[in-house]
Structures are given as C-alpha cells and as structure tokens.
C-alpha cells in the first residue's frame, strides 16, 4: 500500500470539496444579492435567508481552506511495526475479521480514500475518538473499543 499516493488522493479529495465550497460560495452570493431575492412586501425574507445560507457557506469554505492548508503543510513521517502510532501514521488493523486501514492526518476526517489494490482508508481527523484510542499504541496492541488488533503501522 501507497502511503504517498494515499496522502495525495486525500488532498486532491479536499481541494475538489474547497472548489465545490467556494462555488457554492459564489451562488449563495448572488441569490442574495440578485433581482430575484428583492423583498416584494415587508414580510418577504427570501432575500435575509440568501444571506444567512451565504454566511454558512462562507464559514463552510473558510473551514475546507484551513484543512487543505493543515494536510498541505503536514509532513506525514513514515512509521516501523516498533514505532508507537502518531499523528500521519498509516494504520493497518483487524475489525471483526476484516482488515481496516486507518489514516491519521490533520485535515479530512471522515474522507475515505480508495487505494490501487481496492483497499479504503478511512482518514481519522483530531477530533475522532478512535484516533486517541490509536495513538501511542504500537503493532500487535488491542484497542477495546472498536474491538481492533492493530496489525502495521507505515
């Protein structure tokens, strides 16, 4: 398995999902500020709701930008099966007799990368509970819960 090529199939995920955003950014602008969104009465508020889902979006991309800039900026260090896991590590396991590979990086969690042998990462950002039963653990380690034998560590 690829770690690099994993890594950047995840940036190029967040840069697409950043593109979307800032589209989505532009549109929400326009109908707020468009002809259509003009108030025909004072109870009209088609037009306050455009900005309200402009903001939103603005807030949306703002956050896609600072997790593209955060796997940008990260160097993901290779790991051995005797280094303890941290974050950037590539993480190989057994769940429920099926072998899982876990991605810790600093942007994209919840993104699942597919890999050339068919593989799926599953990204795990700082905020994802199984990433604090991972790391410091090494190959061999049983973490409770998820039920999971970690088997390599890249």
Known sequence: MDKSAI?????????EQYERAVAAVQDAAEAATGDDTKAESKYDTRGLE????????????????????AVEAFHFPDFTDATPIA???????VLDGKKVYYL????????????EDG???????????????????????????PPLQITGVK
């Not at 890594?7 to 840069?15: E, F, G, P, T, V």
């Not at 974050?87 to 396991?93: D, K």
């Open 7 to 15: 890594i950047d199939s995840l940036k190029n995920q967040l840069k």
């Open 50 to 69: 455009a900005s309200y889902l402009a903001a939103g979006q603005v807030e949306q991309a703002d956050r896609m930008a600072r997790e593209l800039g």
């Open 87 to 93: 974050p950037g590590a590539l993480v190989e396991g």
């Open 104 to 115: 810790l990086a600093p942007g994209g969690g919840g993104l699942t990368v597919n890999t």
């Open 119 to 145: 593989a799926v990462v599953t990204v795990l950002g700082s905020d994802a509970p199984l990433r604090g039963h991972l790391l410091d653990a090494k190959t061999g380690a049983k973490i409770e819960r």
